[in-house]
């Protein structure tokens, strides 16, 4: 049932995010938006997600919204806790993970991500995080979700820095570069989804949330961005799950 | 067998100036008090090593103590940018900050091949990115069976490596549970090893899916209560987000920042 209630952009995108997950599927999360998208799927569709994070919690259950991948609540709520080889060597490089979800300061339209810098690599302009355990994610989970908010700023033409592989520079580079998953299949924005073309992989405008023109994301894209001849247009949040997203109480609150 | 000392004397006593330190903790049991008295005995040029600098590495940083940072993640989790580690990346404050730059699973397996006594590990991965060609750690390799390429990481061997656990007994053998991250890899691939702990007892209850670390591998245990504040120790503390936020206020100018050092830490 549609809701007649406002929502945000971001609960948008948080929404079509948890989507995308479906009950029983191990699922790798990184920190902030997949981690929230992750837990919203738990609270509706997907109570029984496995959801791991890289500080080595396997099955963790939280009540709240860690701040951090390390959170007590991660913790305290698992099925197990492994250690970080453990975690990398034993779980993630042989092929166990159903799906990395992944986030990003920038992405290009080969869906390759940049999380390290802006700017040159030895004086850069901004000096982002770093990796983490992404570009392992991105390149063992057997496919990839990846979510991030659109702008020309954050969808470029050229990344400054290669953090994590999607495509390369087109099909191929995976297997060339040794990459054992299948790579990204879909990257979800606060305006839409995109998905890689089967063929020359390049990402492509499968799907505009409601009340977003197909202008507004061409605009907010740094590259000639390509259209699906059969464009479609996100469901809007049910009131369930928009009561579902607003219920999620972050760590500390 | 580890000697039960204080904090002020092993680190004075097991570290050096030009040293390379690991200060290992994954989000929990962060040696935060051990990197308090390394600024206030006034360490230089340390080569500091840790997957997540966190905010122990901002401060070591911002009083400069570091001059090279080994890292694979340097943010304030859930929060944003570590401002003391990159007003040195981006401005050479308070002075220049060289990197070597990895991924988590990277510089896991320098920590593993360190532990095990080898000179380098092997992994999939770094293919394709920018870390394969700024990192002079990492290199490619044939697998000698298959012929696949493959990268190899090479060991690091911390002079001194530094972690905090729950517990040790008064033998010094050392008990820690909950998220152990690569502490233990950290330890085993040290030269040196301190352990602070909450507690030291008569005997260690075990509990599940603890880590015990015998006395016989650690050079050094000092008690530090508290000694991971504001990250947490499970079953003595809880982690203070609180301050984790705050801390973005705190360390984004560089007044502000040494006042609150002056404060709380010398």
Known sequence: ?253 | MAEIVSLKEAIGSLLNDGDTVALEGFTHLIPMSAGHEIIKQRFQQLTLVRLTPDLISDQLIGMGCVNKLVFSWGGNPGVGSLHRLRDAVEHDWPCPLEIDEHSHAGLTNRFVAGASGLPFAVMRGYQGTGLDTYTSTVAPISCPFTGEELRAVAAINPDLSVIHAQRADRKGNVQLWGITGIQKEAVLAGKRSLVTVEEIVDELDRRPGDVILPSWLITAVAQSSGGSRPSYASGFYQRDNDFYIAWDGISRDRQTFMSWMNENVL
């Open chain 1, 1 to 253: 049932m549609e809701s007649t209630e406002k929502y945000t952009s971001d609960e948008m995108m948080s929404i079509a995010a948890a989507r995308q997950l479906r009950n029983n599927q191990i699922c790798f999360i990184g920190i902030g938006l997949p981690s929230k998208a992750a837990n919203l799927a738990r609270r509706l569709h997907a109570p029984d997600l496995i959801m791991i994070y890289e500080s080595g919690t396997l099955g963790a259950k939280p009540t709240r919204l860690p701040l951090s991948i390390g959170d007590g609540e991660l913790a305290d709520t698992a099925d197990s806790i492994v250690s970080v080889p453990e975690i990398f060597n034993y779980l993630l490089q042989p092929g166990r993970i159903d799906i990395g979800f992944l986030g990003a300061a920038q992405i290009d339209k080969y869906a390759n991500l940049n999380s390290t810098v802006i700017g040159d690599y030895h004086k850069p302009s901004v000096r982002l995080p770093g990796a983490g355990g992404a570009p392992e994610i991105a390149g063992a989970a057997k496919r990839v979700i990846i979510m991030l908010r659109q702008s020309a700023k954050s969808f470029v033409d050229k990344l400054p820095f290669v953090t994590s592989v999607g495509f390369g520079s087109g099909p191929g580079d995976r297997r060339r570069f040794g990459l054992t998953g299948a790579g990204p299949t879909v990257v979800i924005t606060d305006l839409g989804l995109l998905e890689p073309d089967p063929d020359t992989k390049e990402l492509v405008l499968t799907n505009i949330h409601s009340n977003v023109s197909v202008q507004k994301v061409i605009e907010s894209t740094g590259w000639k961005l390509r259209i699906a001849e059969k464009l479609e247009v996100t469901e809007p949040p049910t009131a369930t799950e928009l009561e579902a997203i607003r219920s999620l109480v972050s760590a500390g609150e």
